[in-house]
């Protein structure tokens, strides 16, 4: 959904726990989600997406989980590493045909040793 | 594949002055690119949809004559912020789509004002 407010919300998980962040969209018309990554100071990396025809699709150590009914997108990290720690952010494309990425407010992601 | 690149990584300019940032697509071609401003600790929201050719789509709220878009190849779109005032300071980001429908972003260009 839009993003809102000035504090990130934070997760803190040990080196080589499983981490789950989670997301709420606010468009039941979106078709197209993903996740990306963003170290401070740089742009946005892809990191998985998922199409709404789908609930689940599994990368490299990342698994996506999408609730069309509660309008709930989920990133599965597994055996998460120090190069992990950074913000997430999920997007919903609202717009059908020409994309239009609407971010979440993200979540800061620490991975302690 | 899929590389974006922004020009400059980072500029201060005084207030009253224009700057111009650069979004390159270097390893294809982009119908599309998008810019998007990103305030500290805060999400990413979409400025304005840059499409080769013609005028660029601006998002509500953004001052198209401040915020100038050119999108004059298929692999560059410039971004010129006119007249910046420090509440201009910000994170710019761009993004280039492929004809996969996917987005690819650029590193991200911070502008600082004083």
């Known amino acids: 959904g839009e993003s809102v407010g000035l504090h990130l919300p934070t997760l803190s998980v040990q080196e080589g726990d499983n981490s789950i962040i989670n997301c709420a969209y606010s468009n039941s018309a979106s078709d197209y989600f993903i996740w990306y990554k963003q170290e401070s100071g740089k742009g946005p990396q892809f990191i998985i997406d998922i199409r709404s025809n789908m609930d689940k699709r599994q990368g490299q150590r990342v698994t996506v989980l999408l609730n069309k009914t509660v309008k709930h997108l989920s990133l599965q990290i597994a055996a998460t590493q120090p190069g992990d720690s950074a913000v997430y952010f999920c997007?919903?494309?609202?717009?059908?045909?020409?994309?239009?990425?609407?971010f979440g407010q993200g979540t800061r992601l620490t991975i302690n040793p | 594949g899929a590389v974006v690149s922004q020009h400059p990584s980072w500029v201060i300019c005084k207030s009253g002055t224009s700057v111009k940032i650069e979004c390159r697509s270097l390893?294809?071609?982009?119908?599309?690119m998008f810019w998007y401003r990103q305030f500290p600790k805060q999400s990413l929201m979409l400025m304005a949809t840059?499409?080769?050719?013609?005028?660029?789509?601006?998002e509500q709220g953004v001052e198209k004559d401040k915020f100038l878009i050119n999108h004059a190849s298929l692999t560059l779109s410039t971004l010129t912020v006119t007249s910046a005032h420090p509440e201009d300071s910000s994170f710019y980001i761009c993004s280039a789509e492929t004809s996969g429908n996917e987005q690819y972003f650029g590193p991200g260009t911070r502008l600082t004002v004083t």
């Open positions: 997007a919903e494309n609202i717009r059908q045909g020409a994309q239009k990425l609407v």
């Open positions: 840059s499409n080769e050719g013609s005028k660029a789509t601006y």
């Open positions: 390893d294809f071609q982009a119908t599309t």
